[in-house]
């Protein structure tokens, strides 16, 4: 949570973007997203989501990253929100 802890230190960074390059920010509620099993989504199933649809549009990665999730999730009950940024540069 970015801003919560006065005390916390942030490092800034400046990435340079080019045409084409994606940029997927997210909540641990994506990667958490539990399955009937109580599986997570997790990290590693979630860059798989994006590597395979980055080529996409803004919309259409959007829209295929909450159906895996959702379809990982089945008929489980949601404990938290999928919240998450996407940046497709021009």
């Known amino acids: ?3 919560f802890f006065p005390d916390c230190v942030y490092q800034q960074e400046t990435v ?4 084409g390059d994606l940029m997927f920010a997210f909540t641990d509620g994506v ?3 539990l399955n009937g099993d109580g599986i997570e989504f997790g990290d590693e199933r979630l860059r798989e989501t994006v590597c395979d649809v980055a080529h996409l549009p803004a ?3 959007r829209d295929r990253v909450v159906s895996r999730v959702r379809e990982w999730c089945g008929d489980a ?3 938290d929100d999928l919240t998450f940024v996407i940046l497709k540069a021009k």
């Open 1 to 3: 949570m970015i801003g």
């Open 16 to 19: 340079q973007l080019r045409s």
């Open 31 to 33: 990667t958490e997203a």
């Open 59 to 61: 919309e259409e990665v």
């Open 77 to 79: 009950p949601a404990h």
